[in-house]
Nanobody, 123 residues
Framework: QEQVMESGGGVVQAGESLRLSCTASGLTFDDYTSGWFRQAPGKEREGVSCINSRGAITYSADSVKGRFTISRDDSKNTLYLQMNDLKPEDTAMYYC????????????????WGQGTQVTVSS
């Protein structure tokens, strides 16, 4: 059974860093695109960043460019999101997702989602 699971969230102060991790079972991240998403209370889920099967970053939201970096360790089958210079507006539940196509966006691209890890940034 395919599963992904996030970890690494927490409560930090503005300007600090966190690294989120996402491990997978029953699937391999480097088969297709994988990505990070987030959803803040009262807001729609938004894409943060995604990485394709070849390890190329194919999308980063304007709000995180220069601060967040997606990466993947294929030897560990683990996806990461390094988040630097965190801001209160980054507070959200962060989700990892694995796609069934090698593209970042589109209907029904992402088939496997984790339960999320909470990131809270205080000012």
């Amino acid at each position: 059974q395919e599963q992904v699971m996030e970890s690494g969230g927490g409560v930090v102060q503005a300007g600090e860093s966190l690294r989120l991790s996402c491990t997978a079972s029953g699937l391999t991240f480097d088969d297709y695109t994988s990505g990070w998403f987030r959803q803040a209370p009262g807001k729609e889920r938004e894409g943060v960043s995604c990485i394709n099967s070849r390890g190329a970053i194919t999308y980063s939201a304007d709000s995180v460019k220069g601060r967040f970096t997606i990466s993947r360790d294929d030897s560990k089958n683990t996806l990461y999101l390094q988040m630097n210079d965190l801001k209160p507006e980054d507070t959200a539940m962060y989700y990892c997702a694995s796609a069934v196509y090698d593209r970042c966006s589109g209907d029904d691209v992402y088939a496997y989602w984790g339960q999320g890890t909470q990131v809270t940034v205080s000012s």
